[in-house]
């Protein structure tokens, strides 16, 4: 098939906006297509050469492209380096300069769909010395046998931005209408689901038609879109849609990892179905030691966290772990992670999409042997909005994002790739931001971990409460500290150290070592949220829960000059997180 047909079929769409008339154009281009030839047309009119999870990238140094359209046309440089930069739009100048194309030879062959996907792919995988010659020559000589418009968009392409504004349910819908009818759409739909590869579903569609779908099936190692969630304001509107009684579960705030599991490999894959698993060693292996099934298909969410304090980090601290290609090992040293694991969607052999939510969590238990670095999601099964509404505020307090309401009904199937009613998130701001440092006091340790083994890792730190003449508890320390003060915090604490809790401390949680209330020390909040284990301004703004400081970091000072009774105190810290709620 000649490449001039399809791109002549993208000047079309890309006079148009409306979805019906996209595909309707989209219909009568696949019905000219040979069916061998349909998987890479799918592929171009995405712009990809292959599906997202293979992790394929587009994209050409603008350099080399403006390069080799010179070589190809002989229009001037200076004068394609001016259409660039008035344009920046490569297909745009490719056009141009091709329809101003001094004859440079009489030879050109027409282009073929094969024969530009092929170099296409040479193109975009080759690497090292000499690649780049070998692009200029390839590419130049693809421009050379192009007509304007078949310029353009092989350009377009190319530089990973050819954006014909087709979504994949306007494909779907051609799709369907090409090798099926209208009905049977949601079936194509579902198979590209199941595959995230719309390219195998057309080729087996046009092979087969639309019983060769039945051929796609979940496998380990082909990432299945992700289901998501629907939203409902309040905890009594989520039972009453979910018929009275449901699962929550604590909404853990990281990424979303689908892991691939067999006997001898891990493979994972982000929401966006990116292949990630290079990024994630220590994930790897972490699920790999916990995993006691042969094969499987699992679902759960990544967090950073703080190994000395055992606390969550916010979500950004994990994506700085994305994209690292070096450095790896001290990535993963510095930004550890945690896997909660929330779902099972095949295991040995058989596919759970398609079994309740119960059913699937049962399987997810089976196939994990839990670990410090790998759990299972926190789960809570009730009909009442009051133990509903408990569990939601304990997630607040540990850092959470909110919780997420889980259907038990007999049809609570994995509905890959959707939006829907069996799962409803509830989020609710509770946490305010904060500007301002605090003065708190150490009132007790936790012995270090790893790096900080010996000594101590994170602090218990208090405000302090002049109506109850009592230091109550408000985070948990352990960022900001260099090794000079870890070096020396032992000695400066050793003369405060308590036999136990020290009668002034209120404290909820249990700490290795105490002390009494002395040290005073500066310390920078990110947010201030409800919780249900510090003590500070117990019940105040909530019953059953105080007020905690996230993400706290020392601020590397001492503070010699206040004594403990001059710390910031428990109203102040009320004031603060009311004052920033507003
Ligand atoms: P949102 O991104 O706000 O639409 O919320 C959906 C996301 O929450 C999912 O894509 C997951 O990454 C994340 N998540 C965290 N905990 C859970 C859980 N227990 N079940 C399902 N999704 C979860």
């Known amino acids: 098939m000649e490449y001039l047909t399809l791109a002549e079929t993208y000047q079309r769409i890309e ?105 296409l792919e040479q193109i975009a995988g080759s690497s090292g010395p000499g690649s780049q010659d070998m692009k200029l020559k390839l590419l130049a000589k693809m421009m050379h046998d192009s007509s304007p418009v078949e310029a353009k968009y092989i350009a377009r392409t190319l530089a990973g931005k050819l954006r014909l504004g087709i979504a994949d349910m306007t494909l779907i819908d051609a799709l369907a209408l090409t090798y099926s009818t209208k009905e049977n759409r949601d079936k194509v739909e579902q198979a590209y689901n199941t595959c995230s590869d719309l ?57 979303r990892i689908q892991a691939h599991i067999t006997k001898t490999s891990v493979q994972l894959y982000t929401r966006q179905l990116e292949d990630v698993t290079s990024q994630f060693p220590d994930l790897v292996k972490m699920l790999a030691s916990a995993f006691k099934a042969k094969e499987a298909v699992l679902e759960g969410e990544c967090v950073p966290i703080d190994t000395n304090t055992g606390e969550m980090l916010p979500f950004q601290t994990v994506s700085r772990r994305r994209g690292r290609k070096y450095e790896l ?142 230091f109550e508890t408000v985070t948990k320390l352990g960022t900001g500290f260099d090794d000079a003060i870890l070096a020396a915090l032992p000695e400066l604490l050793e003369p405060h150290l308590s036999q136990g809790m020290h009668r002034l401390v209120n404290s909820k949680m249990q700490a290795d070592f105490w002390f009494e209330p002395a040290m005073v020390m500066e310390v920078k909040g990110a947010e ?34 206040k004594p403990p009774e001059e710390a910031t105190t428990t109203a102040e810290m009320l004031s603060l997180y009311e004052m920033q709620l507003k």
């Open 199 to 255: 390219a195998r579903v057309a080729s087996l569609l046009a092979e087969k038609g639309i019983e060769g779908l039945d051929e796609i099936k979940l496998e380990v190692g082909i990432p299945l879109r992700a289901m998501l969630a629907e939203r409902l304001p309040g905890i009594p509107d989520i039972l009453e849609k979910l018929g009275g009684k449901c699962a929550f579960e604590y909404k853990y705030d990281g990424l």
């Open 528 to 561: 201030i949220t409800l919780s249900p284990i510090h003590t500070c301004a117990w019940d105040m703004v909530r019953n059953g829960s105080g007020l905690a400081i996230r993400f706290p970091r020392y601020t590397g000072k001492i503070r010699q000059d």
């Open 15 to 119: 006079a148009t906006s409306k979805r019906l008339e996209m595909a309707d154009i989209l219909v009568e281009l696949f019905k000219v297509v040979p069916a061998g030839e349909i998987e890479k047309v799918v592929l171009l009119t995405q712009g990809k050469l292959a599906p997202d999870f293979k992790g394929i990238e587009l994209g050409i140094a603008e350099k080399l492209a403006l390069k080799a359209i010179y070589e190809a046309t002989r229009v001037n440089e200076p004068e394609i380096q001016q259409m660039w930069l008035r344009d920046g739009d490569l297909g745009n100048v490719a056009f141009e300069a091709v329809s101003r194309k001094k004859q440079t030879s009489l030879f050109t062959e027409s282009l073929s769909v094969d024969m530009v996907f092929a170099n």
């Open 329 to 470: 090992t001290s990535a993963v040293n510095e930004f550890p992670v945690m896997l909660y694991l929330f779902d099972c969607l095949y295991k040995d052999g058989k596919d759970y999409t398609q079994t309740p939510y119960t059913n699937r969590r049962k399987k997810l238990k089976t196939c994990i042997k839990e670990t410090d670095r790998v759990k299972l999601a926190e789960v809570l099964i009730t009909d009442s909005p009051e133990e509903a509404e408990e569990f939601f505020q304990k997630v607040i307090g540990k850092g959470g994002e909110g919780i997420m309401a889980k259907s038990l009904a007999d049809d609570s199937f994995y509905r890959a790739g959707s939006r829907g009613w069996n799962w409803i998130k509830f989020k609710r701001d509770y946490k305010s931001e904060m500007n301002d440092t605090v003065d708190l006091v150490v009132v007790g340790a936790f012995s270090g971990k790893g790096r900080r083994a010996g000594g101590y890792g994170a602090l218990l730190m208090a405000t302090y409460n002049p109506e109850e003449g009592k």
